[in-house]
């Protein structure tokens, strides 16, 4: 598709287990970006790729927290030993190299990740 | 450290004109971002402004002021399909974004 693609859109889990969330970004877009939303809050930086490698590893919360990137393209956001906490929007966003294009941001419609 | 401000909530009136402000203290500057988002959709780009002034975008207005660290999204004509939160976003010297909280809008007939 031409846009921001997530998978999958819901995911319910059991604490303690591990997950895993997917983000196929739009096609050419260098730079991708994954947030994390609590319900009623505001956009939590995770982690940002440019290309393959991550400049910014910053955001994550723990070591609980791992991404991937290959192929410039799809990007993959694990999540270890769930916790209850973890419940949140995953959201991924992708956007062009260079200057303020890097800004204009394309988001997903994001994983909604539920921890029993 | 950075930070960006914006009203936490705004009620307005259908039909009316409503103004968001956002000020920020960053390292660098490299442009100012408006997304708006709908409550349980992701968030979509508003508007990108780099240069001091007013950009027009039909309903939707976005002034900057550098030397004063400060923005406005203005909305005019209200409908309650506007609605939402309005995210302000600072891209820094390095490139990254850092975003405001959020001001959630409310519409009333």
């Known amino acids: 598709g031409a846009g921001v693609s997530q998978s999958p859109s819901n995911k319910v889990t059991e604490k303690g287990k591990d997950v895993e969330l997917r983000c196929d970004p739009i096609?050419?877009?260098?730079?991708l970006y994954w947030y994390r939303q609590r319900l009623g809050q505001g956009l939590e930086f995770l982690i940002y790729?440019?290309?393959?490698?991550?400049?910014?590893k910053s955001g994550l919360p723990s070591d609980r927290f791992s991404a991937e990137r290959t192929g410039e393209s799809v990007s993959t956001l694990t999540i270890q030993r769930t916790q209850q906490e973890d419940s949140a929007v995953y959201l991924c966003?992708?956007?062009?190299?260079?200057?303020?294009?890097?800004?204009?941001?394309?988001f997903g419609e994001g994983s909604r990740l539920t921890v029993l | 450290g950075q930070n960006i401000d914006q009203p936490t909530e705004m009620t307005a009136t259908e039909g009316a004109i409503v103004q968001i402000n956002c000020t920020y203290q960053?390292?660098?500057?490299?442009?100012l971002f408006w997304y708006q988002q709908h409550a349980g959709e992701a968030p979509t780009f508003l508007s990108y402004n780099v240069l001091d002034g007013l950009e027009e975008k039909g309903r939707f207005s976005s002034f900057l002021s550098r030397s004063k660290g400060y923005s406005y999204l203005l909305l005019k004509e209200l409908q309650m399909k506007d609605s939402a939160s309005y995210l302000c976003?600072?891209?820094?010297?390095?490139?990254?974004?850092?975003w405001g909280a959020g001001t959630k809008l409310i519409i009333k007939p």
């Open positions: 790729f440019q290309g393959n490698s991550a400049p910014d």
């Open positions: 976003a600072v891209l820094d010297s390095n490139y990254q974004l850092i």
């Open positions: 966003a992708s956007s062009k190299r260079g200057g303020g294009a890097v800004g204009e941001l394309f």
């Open positions: 096609s050419g877009h260098t730079a």
């Open positions: 960053t390292s660098g500057f490299n442009g």
